[in-house]
Structures are given as structure tokens and as C-alpha cells.
């Protein structure tokens, strides 16, 4: 029998917030963008790695069929917020854009963003986040979708998709842009990603317009400030750690998990809110329907992981939640994992060696994860 679980981060969930993030963790001053913030309280939490796994899995007590967003949206995101069976084929339509083979065949085009980035960033005083981070993110997301095209407008929402028009709360930029990729979708198809979800079919019919933009909306949110705090956060550490940079140039067979480690500690999506009442089919609302569940509480326990507050990539077993658990795991779990090792390999191979200046700005959790980034607010480095 392990300790006893200690919610060390409890303290610091805003549980009576008025926005409670089910995609991300809503903290009062890191507030990201691939939210689905609901308006009223969770009521409780739940925390640690059984009892979060087990309450993903149950889709019938834990509901998804929830509005996340109401503030900056009015539709749902999909397959996001509806319950199986209906999550089961919007799924079953977009699993085959993210399997492992699909996006391994890309890996020659993220290696190729990833060195122009690295030459472009390392050795200069640009910010970490912004100027490599986010832009690989999206010019590798632009090579999956097909949308070379969109990059720069991608990059120039900066890192959530809801504070694009500038620092409040908006969903306008990016409702634009989805109101536009579906009237070009329909009108006059280009081959790409965008062409082939609007003509996808659901239980025999093809998706309407409100159901497009559900799909994209996630599609474009969902792999930004995640990924992007996992580049960052792998810059980070092998910036502080060059030995752990050194055992994976000798044991490159090691990268996978070191990325997993990365993923548990990092955790860049930190809970995700469930509702107990399906809100769709509900006669009434409670106010307390809403259960915010803990990923970070599951790669914190510490009757799972030994030592959790330390990133060790010499971990055996790393059965991290970061990515979810059950019918709703993170379908773009190969997309980051391949992502981020293209561009850990082409750092090896770049011979470069760096350490974190004082002027990074990273804020960490309270308490007895002091040493876990919540947010890199900032980061910047300087050659070795
Ligand atoms: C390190 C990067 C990422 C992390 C940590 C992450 C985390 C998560 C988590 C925890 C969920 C489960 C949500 C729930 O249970 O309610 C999820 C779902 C999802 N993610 Fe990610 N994500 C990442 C990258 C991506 C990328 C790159 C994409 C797409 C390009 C993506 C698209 C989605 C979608 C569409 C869903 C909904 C799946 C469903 O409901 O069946 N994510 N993600």
C-alpha cells in the first residue's frame, strides 16, 4: 500500500471559478486556448490515477455531452463533447487522419521544419515559445491538414485560438477562418484535410456545416499550446540536464520514453471537465452537475510513479494519463509523440549544446511541485 494520496495540487484548482476549463485546466492567469470552460463550478474533482481512469471510462455516470466554451462558442466540439455511442463515429471518420502510420510518413517534412527552425532560433535571443515552438507546431500541422497555406495566420493567433483578436476571451478570428475553410471546402475543394472531413458521413449523412466546424474547431485548437509546452518543456529540461540530452545521443532508442516522461511531468493539458447530467437530453440543469477529473493528480501519485516531483527519463514504466484514458484519449497522441521525437533526433544531430538564461519567466506549481512548469511564460537560452 502506497502513501496517502496527498491532492497537493487541490489548492490551487480554481473550483469556484467562473470558468472552469474541461480542456486545460482553468487557472486564473493561465488560461489556455484548447479550453472548453464551462460557466458554472465544478463541484468536485476527482484525483488520482485509478479513479481517474475509471471515471473516463465510465462515459454514462461522467458525461461529455456537455457546452463547453459558451463564453467565445454556441457548438459542440467534436468528437470532444458527445457521449458514445455518437462519439464512436465521428471517431471512427477521423481516426485514420491520426494513426501512427499517416503521420510517420510526414516525419521527413517535420524533420525538415524542425532544422530550419533550430538554425533559424538557437544562438539567437528570440523567445523560445513563440518564434520555434509554435511555429514548428503549426507548420507540422499545416503539412498534416494540407494547409501550407494557413500557417502564418495559425502562428499569428499565438497560442490559444480564443485570445487571437488580443487579450480577452473571443472565438471571432477563429470562427472566420472556419466559416471560410468550409465555404471553400464546399464551393471549391482544394485537396486537403478540410475538403475531405466536409464530406464525411455520419451514420449514412453527410456532416452539416455546424458539425465541420466542430470538427475543425477542435482540430485547430487541440494541438496548439499542448504541444507547444512539450517542445518547450523538452528545450527546458535538456537545456538544465545536458546529461539526459547526452544519455539519449548514446541510447537514441531511449527517445520514446523520455518522451513519455516528458509527457507525464509536463502534463500540458491538466484536467478536463465531466458533467453528471448529459446536458443535451436533460430537462433540468443542476448547477453542481460538473466534475472536474485530475490528470495531473494521475501522474503525481505516487503509488504509481516513484519519486513523481523528479523528471527522470530513465523510468521503466510510465503509464501517464496526459493524453486522457478511454473512448476520448487524445486522438492526437502519435501526432505530438512524433512531433516531438522528429525534433529531439534533429537536436542531437544538430551537436548543439544550450543552457537557460535568468531571464526565462516559467511559473511552477505550488507546494511539492515546486519544480513542475505550470506555463513557460517565457524561455530563452544561450549557447554553450
Ligand atoms: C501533447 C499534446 C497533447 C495533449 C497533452 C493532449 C491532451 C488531450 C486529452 C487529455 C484529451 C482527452 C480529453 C477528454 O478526455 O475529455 C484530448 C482529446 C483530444 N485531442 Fe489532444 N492533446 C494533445 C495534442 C493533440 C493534437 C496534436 C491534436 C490534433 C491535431 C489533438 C486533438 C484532440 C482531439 C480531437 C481530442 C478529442 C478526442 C475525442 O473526444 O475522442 N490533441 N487531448
Known amino acids: 500500500m502506497g502513501r496517502q494520496f496527498e491532492p497537493v495540487w487541490a489548492h490551487f484548482y480554481i473550483l469556484d471559478s467562473p470558468a472552469i476549463s474541461t480542456y486545460g485546466v482553468a487557472m486564473a492567469d493561465t488560461f489556455l486556448g484548447i479550453t472548453n470552460a464551462v460557466n458554472v463550478p465544478a463541484a468536485h474533482e476527482i484525483t488520482g490515477h485509478k479513479s481517474v481512469r475509471e471515471a473516463l471510462r465510465n462515459t454514462e455516470k461522467y458525461s461529455s455531452d456537455l457546452q463547453g466554451d459558451a463564453d467565445v462558442r454556441d457548438y459542440r466540439q467534436l468528437p470532444l463533447e458527445v457521449d458514445p455511442p455518437r462519439h464512436h463515429l465521428y471517431r471512427t471518420a477521423l481516426t485514420p487522419y491520426f494513426v501512427k502510420p499517416t503521420i510517420e510518413k510526414k516525419s521527413p517534412e517535420f524533420r525538415k521544419n524542425s532544422a530550419e527552425l533550430i538554425s533559424q532560433v538557437f544562438g539567437t535571443d528570440s523567445e523560445i515559445s513563440r518564434s520555434l515552438s509554435l511555429p514548428l507546431v503549426m507548420k507540422n500541422l499545416g503539412v498534416i491538414y494540407n494547409r501550407p497555406q494557413d500557417v502564418a495566420e495559425w502562428v499569428s493567433w499565438g497560442e490559444s485560438v480564443w485570445t487571437a483578436a488580443g487579450d480577452g476571451r473571443n472565438g471571432d478570428v477563429l470562427h472566420r477562418h472556419l466559416d ?145 484514458f478511454g473512448p476520448h484519449t487524445c486522438i492526437g497522441n502519435h501526432v505530438s509523440e512524433i512531433e516531438a521525437k522528429v525534433f529531439i533526433e534533429t537536436l542531437l544531430e544538430s551537436g548543439l549544446k544550450w543552457e537557460i538564461t535568468e531571464s526565462s519567466k516559467i511559473k511552477f506549481y505550488p507546494g511539492a511541485m515546486a519544480e513542475v512548469p505550470e506555463h513557460f511564460e517565457s524561455l530563452y537560452l544561450r549557447l554553450r
Open 180 to 324: 471560410e475553410i468550409y465555404e471553400e471546402a464546399i464551393t471549391n475543394p482544394k485537396q486537403d484535410i478540410w475538403a475531405e472531413i466536409a464530406r464525411l458521413e455520419i451514420g449514412g449523412k453527410v456532416i452539416s456545416k455546424e458539425e465541420f466546424i466542430g470538427i475543425s474547431s477542435v482540430m485547430l485548437a487541440g494541438g496548439r499550446d499542448t504541444v507547444v509546452k512539450l517542445i518547450t518543456g523538452a528545450i527546458w529540461h535538456f537545456g538544465r540536464a545536458p546529461e539526459d540530452f547526452e544519455y539519449l545521443r548514446q541510447n537514441p532508442d531511449r527517445i520514446d520514453v523520455a518522451i513519455q516522461e516528458l509527457l507525464r511531468f509536463l502534463t500540458p493539458n491538466a484536467a478536463m471537465v465531466r458533467s453528471t447530467v448529459p446536458e443535451s437530453t436533460a430537462e433540468t440543469l443542476p448547477e453542481d452537475r460538473y466534475v472536474q477529473i485530475s490528470f495531473i493528480s494521475g501522474n503525481f501519485d505516487e503509488t504509481v510513479f516513484e519519486n513523481p516531483y523528479k523528471l527522470d527519463i530513465r523510468r521503466e514504466r510510465i503509464p501517464h494519463v496526459s493524453f486522457g
